[in-house]
């Protein structure tokens, strides 16, 4: 990493990860920020905090990350570390149909109490658990885990609010074509089909694969607007922000053709 | 959602529960007695902690001294029992807990006289001197006291000896072969030579090596899991083996685990860190937690054996973290680490179940079981979380967020630059130190360091955690001033604390002082200059900031719980809210709670049920409270004027009204109505759906849903049981309004119904004759022919189409249907504002009277008094209030056209009455009421006024009673011995302060530093040591119910 290039100044972004306990949100940012800080992360208490750079083509974003706690009780201490920031990770689990709806109130909560210009993301996390779909170079790496996968394929159904009825060979119901698809319980539609509608930038990524990871940070690091210190108006912000919720939810769509800004990879 | 309900039921200590906490003695109900089964879920709900198994406590002043040691304090003896607690004056010299089973013999001294001294023999062979310096009396009767609780006392003493093997300095005091060096431990902080000399004479204590493993097979005591993965750190450069010495000593002559007394160099040993070895069983002695252990000695593996395979929330969230608990201590990357770290935790949270695990918890107890067993650790984080660290780890973590606003205000307080430059900068203190006072620094700084500080918490409390905190952030003082956000204050403060073992002054030129490490500096800053951090400050903030934070859990868990709703009906926001508030209320509400319904306060009582369906744990794991049946009629009596019975009560002075639940079976039917998912419990979701249905219902929904409600079996029509049943609901809700429309309307409803319903009835046998009845028969004969005649009453009979007709038939039910049922449910607060100011802000002469007397007894009790005067003045009125309020007129003179439909309002009219406050309404009706009791109107001038007169007579007599006697509750029984009693206590009193101000006078004269006494005193107390106990029957006479022989000597 080398942060001497002549005057560009890093842009400090607060970032803060929210979500259902062991959706992954520490596994995320362990794996994005490995590379330049050490494996002994303390548990999370209230929140960690890390940081990492992420360098785009014209400029360094250093992210300083609040890795908040998942449990339910440590809920009303989340407005401490969304405070102030400006971009948020809201993860949910794709293998867990109410980690989705607990990401959902999130997102409400963020887009209420937060910073107005906040940037929020939706990371669909466990990528590495249900079989390669869409083109995501992710290895079919199943690790079945299932539990009871006759009651979580009828949560899912209820769960599916969205009437974007999902197509049928990618989605999560039929139990029977592909065993490890079987574990998935958001369908990638439906998440996106949120996302788009909450103008959020959308993922479903991998921490254990690694896939996403960086590309979500990337993404998040562009959307984040470039000077620092300026507070642009409300609506301009809001504006921009749009913008950027709507590219974000494209690439979200097409995941297949890679994002263009990948040179710019973090790490 | 959390549970506000705490928050709202919060009390204050009393100061019995003080002094028991300050002496760490549990509360009566956590000690059963040996016969009593154990119980494993925690009790709930505190009773009062004067109700010691109805064993007398009492305080007296003392001089307490012991055999074998110089010093002498002068304090405070309090009897807790079953505890034998001294603190000396100063509060730090001298201090100690004694559990009276411990106490082998105690006598009364022969002595002096006027001097009033006990002998002490302890478990350990120890002997303390008390000399008790009040009033002969007073001294006698608290040795009877101390007798009495001693003998209660017998049956533990026997369960001692088994314990004892437990603790390591029973262990370590046995094998010593060696009699005692007699080191003066005061030369403690120059130990280096002294270690080295111990080094070589500890060669032959048996537990020499203390560094790493080694001491397993060796003694029975519990230990910790650093006895087989090695204690952090290094034993030598800790000089273990000095302090462990040391530590020998001290116990030899100051006693040891449940006798242990804290003389001055007991805070010295404990601010140098204690021993690895000892440190589980000192903590486990210091926090008061071995009481518990003691008594309690199957719990821990009952509670193991009885959840065994259960799982649970907390056992999942248990399992996820455990992989994260101190993972970089050995023992925590084998699997018999985790599986105690596991047992612990999981036992704990059954035992309560309502806090159950928080993350945090995990680290703590990794943390205790290094030096501790799971028993002794499971013990240890009770007290923890009920008594050291209250509200931490709860549901809404409530003591955490309060102590985070107490550190504030303390850091406002003693260091305002660094708390204004953040405040300028905007970062919150929190983000660094809420993990601080969540896992007591074991997860901030090195494990060795952090420990000496749990040292310090555990026994000093936790003050402690505040005092390190001030000094953390005034060391870094400077530097902290340069933080312009969230991160720089987080990477500086993790750098201060990796660096925290390095030397706080690595260039200086003398080498002791570059021997000094940060760490020490941190403890000298700590309890040198924030030494003004005491209990009292913290209990004073937090009682300043508790009604605040509350506010803002409670408003924090209202939106949530608002915004977490998936459904909100056509209700606004505001709306929501006020559900939101009334549902809690009745949550809150001492009626609300579960079924036992009996008398007490509130809190133990829903305590009682918080493994019940009362809180349950939805889909998104959030923590869910639910109401049954009872607490949804409190919930709806707010706000169904139908629901409840409020009887309005007029005399002379104040008009109050009184509310009470009514009963009725449509309560229960909307009660299982709306339990959509049949659970026997409502979630605030149930109930924003089920008022939205009622609330937001025209004309024909309303009528569908009133009928529904009488459907039992759901299958579209009503059998005539059910007519019946709904006739009745119908009359419930009329059963208040005035005049005889509505009796008549049910009546005519009953019986249009059993027509039509013959006349379309789908089965044609109810009605074999087919005849139509006349209309002029009443409702009962109604009833009586079709019993007579239609055959059996749960056949199907009346549909809702015809329903609807017989309905839409009436003007009045079609009224009621239209708009009054849905008007009935109130969700504005301008009736509960009524409500208060008739409750609770009474106005009127007796009003301000009235507001003296707080309590709920005496209300009553003056609103009955009143009632006698108003009665006797013919100006008591009672009514129940009508629950439609519709048919209130605007004036008396409307009352006679009651009889008439033609009283109905228009929608205009009912907008108009809205507005109208109730009260006036209602007074209006109370005078017209009133007058039918019959004040006689006709009264001549001369004799209002004589009469008014009079009255204010009583009024002033009334008032100064109440004035006299402000314990108005209180009543004659055993009044006259009180203040007897009080008599007496007063004249010992004022005894008593004349030998403490002598003391005191003493004690400034000679300036001792320790608290001791000196000089003349002192040598009576070492008379004292050497004087014989006195013969049987010397007191005996003095109390007559003592039996003789026995005497001052309670002879164990």
Known sequence: ?267 | MSLPMHLRNYKEKSKDEQTRDFFNVPVWDAVPSPNEEPVTTKPRGVKDGSSSGGLQGMDINAVLSVEGKEEVYAGRLSLLPPFLCFISLDRRSCRCTLPLYTIRRVERLNSRAGVFALSLATWHGMRIILQLTSLLPTAEHFSILLRDALKSQLTSMKSLKPFLPSLYSEYLLTTSSSSAQQQNPDHLLLGTELGEKSGTAAGNDGEGDLRGPGGDGKGSYQRGLGETFGFPGDARKMRERSKMKLWKEYFMIHGRNFTLLRYPPFQRLLQVGLPSRLRGELWEVMSGSIYLRFANPQTYSLLLSNNKGKSSQSTDEIEKDLNRSLPEYKAYQTEEGLARLRRVLVAYSFRNPELGYCQALNIVVAGLLIYMSEDQAFWLLEVLCDRILPGYYSPSMEGTLLDQRVFEALVQRCLPMIKDHFASVDVQLSVASLPWFLSLYINSMPLIFAFRIVDCVLAMGVKVLFQIGLAVLKINGEALLEVTDDGMFISLMRDYFSTIGDSAHPNHPDPRVRAITNFQELLVVAFREFNIITDDTIQAERRRLRAIISDEIEKFSKRAAVRNLKKVGSFDKDEIGSIYDYYFTAVCSPDGGPANGGSGSSSPKFGDQFDQPRLQVDAQGRVETRIDLKTFRVFLSEIATWAREETVTTNAFIQRTERRLADHELIDRLFYSWDTQAQGTLSLQDVVIGLDRVMHAGLMESIEWFFNLHDKDKDGFLTKDEVIQLSESLLFVFRNEPGDIYLAAVSKFILNAYEFGDANSPHPISSPDGVPRGDQESASHVRERSDSTSGPHNLPYLNLATFRMVVLADELLEGFFGHDLAASFQLDKTVDEDYHQAHQKPEGILGGLMNLVVTNENKSRLNRLADGFGAALGKHAEWRKPSLAKTLPSSSSQLSELGTRESLLTPAQQEQRRNRSVSAASQASARSTSSSVGTPESRSLADVEAKYREEQDLVRQAQEAVMHRPNFAIDAIGDSDGEEEEEEGEGGRGADDAVMDEVEAFLKAHGDDDGGLKGEQKKQAEDLLKAEPMGGGVSANNKPGRPSGEGGLIDL
């Open chain 1, 1 to 267: 990493m080398s942060n001497e290039d002549g005057p560009v100044k890093a842009t400090q972004v607060k970032l803060v990860l929210l979500g259902e306990a062991a959706v992954g949100k520490s596994s995320l940012v362990m794996r994005f920020c490995s590379n330049d800080f050490n494996e002994n992360t303390s548990p999370t208490i209230g929140a960690a905090f890390l940081t990492q750079k992420c360098r785009l083509e014209n400029r360094i974003v250093k992210f300083e990350i609040w890795d908040t706690a998942g449990q339910e009780r440590f809920h009303s201490l989340a407005p401490m570390y969304y405070r102030n920031a400006a971009a948020a990770v809201v993860v949910y689990d794709i293998t867990k149909a109410s980690s989705l709806e607990k990401a959902k109130a999130w997102v409400k909560e963020l887009q209420r109490q937060a910073n107005p210009n906040i940037v929020i993301a939706l990371v669909g996390n466990k990528l590495d658990l249900v079989s390669d779909e869409s083109g995501a170079s992710v290895a079919p790496k199943s690790k079945p885990a299932a539990e009871e996968p006759a009651n979580e394929a009828e949560e899912s159904e209820t769960d599916a609010e969205d009437d974007a009825t999902p197509p049928p060979p990618a989605t999560t119901a039929a139990a029977g074509d592909d065993s490890s698809d079987s574990l998935r319980q958001v369908s990638k539609e439906e998440a996106d089909e949120y996302a788009k509608e909450a103008k959020l930038l959308f993922f479903e990524a991998s921490a254990k694969t690694g896939a996403n990871v960086s590309e979500l940070f990337t993404e998040i690091a562009k959307n984040i607007p470039d000077e620092t210190p300026t507070k642009p108006a409300a609506a301009q912000g809001q504006a921009g922000r749009r913008n950027g919720a709507r590219q974000g939810a494209d690439s979200g769509v097409d995941l297949g053709e890679r994002q263009q800004g990948k040179k710019g990879g973090c790490c």
